[in-house]
């Protein structure tokens, strides 16, 4: 089931690319017009969510497939019981992570990206602005000091450095790829007149 009234902003971006302060800033930016906005996060709270959370701790004690699997049943639930349900009653819905995330991430492990592209559309409502966050792998992980020891670390960036690659590549008119070198207020600046420009076109045609 696909529902839409209201309107879904994602962010996306690899780890440590400032999604998460983007979405507050923008958060109040909206509230503080009056604008009627909640956050959402995958993967969610949602029993698959937290199972992906635990196993997160263990690194790959998942298969790519099996993870897959997981983010995809995680999403179906947050889609049912939070977007759905928000986008009805009309509010601006921020979503930190949605599917261009198991592409990237899944895509970066093997898996096809098309496919986890298809497989996500069936069920996923339509975003109508996505913003991909764009840092270097390195200056990502060195801003959430993901350092548990060096070998993981690199590691980490190899696989972060496909993952972004993949980010990347997202072309689409809703798809606005976003420098995450400048500070957060002029990245939240830059957003901010986007979705502004946006909501004025979505309401007065
Ligand atoms: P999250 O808790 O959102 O971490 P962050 O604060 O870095 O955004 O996500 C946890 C990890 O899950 C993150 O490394 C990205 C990964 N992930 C996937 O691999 N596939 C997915 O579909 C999603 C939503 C997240």
Known sequence: MKVKKGILI????????????QVQLLQKILA???MDVVVFWEPSQSPWGKKIKEKAALPDSLSPEEELELFVEDRKDNVQKNLNPALIKNKIVLLDRYYFSTMAYQ????IDVERIRRINEQFAVHPDLVFILDVEAEKGLNRIQDRKSKDLLFERQDFLVEVRKIFRSFQGENIFHIDSGNTPDDISDQ???IVLKYINKFLYI
């Open 32 to 34: 503080d017009k009056g």
């Open 191 to 193: 957003i901010a007149s």
């Open 107 to 110: 895509g970066a492990k093997g």
């Open 10 to 21: 994602v962010f996306e971006g690899i780890d440590g690319s400032g999604k998460s302060t």
